[in-house]
């Protein structure tokens, strides 16, 4: 482990400066890989997460280079969290929410390729889909405002560049914020209309799940104006708070 560290610290100082090659991009990425087998053994998961291996990737995340050295880098460590959160182990959820990651995986969602968007995405989707997560999102305004935002600008770029994978996790993230009441009503005035009058059918249409999952989060968003007719006055005021 000692080893793998030091090649992804070996990357620290570009990280600052755009002067990451190829070569160096593609040894570190080596040590990731390896990395998310321990991240994805179920005798390793743990060990991994009280050695605080993960934070060793957070600059890696955080920064805003585009060039394809960089977005390998990008899309490997996400690759590295995927693995913890595909378990559905609570532990993981809690260390992740403990270490305010969110942001950055906030931050591949809105600059990374598509496939880096898709595997952020379906982390995120992961997370909330935790008890603990959703509430993590759902009690601040601000986190439930960064997220909402993110997945409407990405819906949007969607129109122009289609992915039915990565659709699939925006409409899951959207459907599961709703079983919070009080963002459920929220997202009955924020949904944006592209979910709402069809322009991604021909997407959905071969996938029974994704078309099932838009159907309830509609059903739910009409629940909620049912339920609550008033303007919309903020998260924050709505939650009590």
């Given at each position: 482990?000692?080893?793998?560290?030091?090649?992804?610290?070996?990357?620290?100082?570009?990280?600052?400066?755009?002067?990451?090659?190829?070569?160096?991009?593609?040894?570190?990425?080596?040590?990731?890989?390896?990395?998310?087998?321990?991240?994805?053994?179920?005798?390793?998961?743990?060990p991994?997460?009280?050695?605080?291996?993960?934070?060793?990737?957070?600059?890696?995340?955080?920064?805003?280079?585009?060039?394809?050295?960089?977005?390998?880098?990008?899309?490997?460590?996400?690759g590295?969290?995927?693995?913890?959160?595909?378990?559905?182990?609570h532990?993981?959820?809690?260390?992740?929410?403990?270490?305010?990651?969110?942001?950055?995986?906030?931050?591949?969602?809105?600059?990374?390729?598509?496939?880096?968007?898709?595997?952020?995405?379906?982390?995120?989707?992961?997370?909330?889909?935790?008890?603990?997560?959703?509430?993590?999102?759902?009690?601040?305004p601000?986190?439930?405002?960064?997220?909402?935002?993110m997945?409407?600008?990405?819906?949007?770029?969607?129109?122009?560049?289609?992915?039915?994978?990565?659709?699939?996790?925006?409409?899951?993230?959207?459907?599961?914020?709703?079983d919070?009441?009080?963002?459920?009503?929220?997202?009955?005035?924020l949904?944006?209309?592209v979910?709402?009058?069809?322009?991604?059918?021909?997407?959905?249409?071969?996938?029974?799940?994704?078309?099932?999952?838009?159907?309830?989060?509609?059903?739910?968003?009409?629940?909620a104006?049912?339920?609550?007719?008033?303007p919309?006055?903020?998260?924050?005021?709505?939650?009590?708070?």
């Amino acid at each position: 482990m000692p080893a793998l560290l030091l090649e992804i610290l070996s990357v620290y100082p570009t990280l600052c400066h755009a002067t990451l090659s190829q070569d160096q991009s593609n040894r570190v990425c080596n040590a990731l890989a390896l990395l998310q087998c321990v991240a994805s053994h179920p005798d390793t998961r743990m060990p991994f997460i009280n050695a605080q291996i993960p934070v060793y990737l957070y600059p890696i995340l955080n920064n805003t280079f585009k060039t394809k050295p960089y977005e390998c880098l990008r899309l490997t460590s996400l690759g590295v969290i995927g693995a913890l959160v595909k378990v559905d182990d609570h532990e993981v959820i809690a260390y992740l929410l403990k270490s305010e990651v969110i942001p950055l995986f906030l931050r591949s969602m809105d600059m990374g390729s598509l496939i880096s968007k898709t595997v952020a995405t379906f982390i995120v989707q992961k997370i909330i889909l935790d008890d603990t997560g959703l509430t993590y999102i759902c009690t601040v305004p601000d986190r439930f405002y960064s997220l909402v935002n993110m997945l409407a600008r990405m819906l949007e770029a969607l129109v122009e560049q289609p992915s039915p994978r990565l659709l699939k996790h925006i409409i899951r993230c959207y459907l599961r914020l709703t079983d919070n009441p009080s963002a459920c009503r929220v997202l009955s005035t924020l949904l944006p209309t592209v979910l709402r009058d069809g322009t991604f059918n021909h997407l959905l249409e071969r996938d029974v799940t994704a078309r099932r999952w838009l159907h309830q989060l509609l059903h739910n968003i009409a629940m909620a104006n049912i339920g609550y007719s008033g303007p919309h006055v903020g998260l924050n005021r709505i939650m009590g708070m």
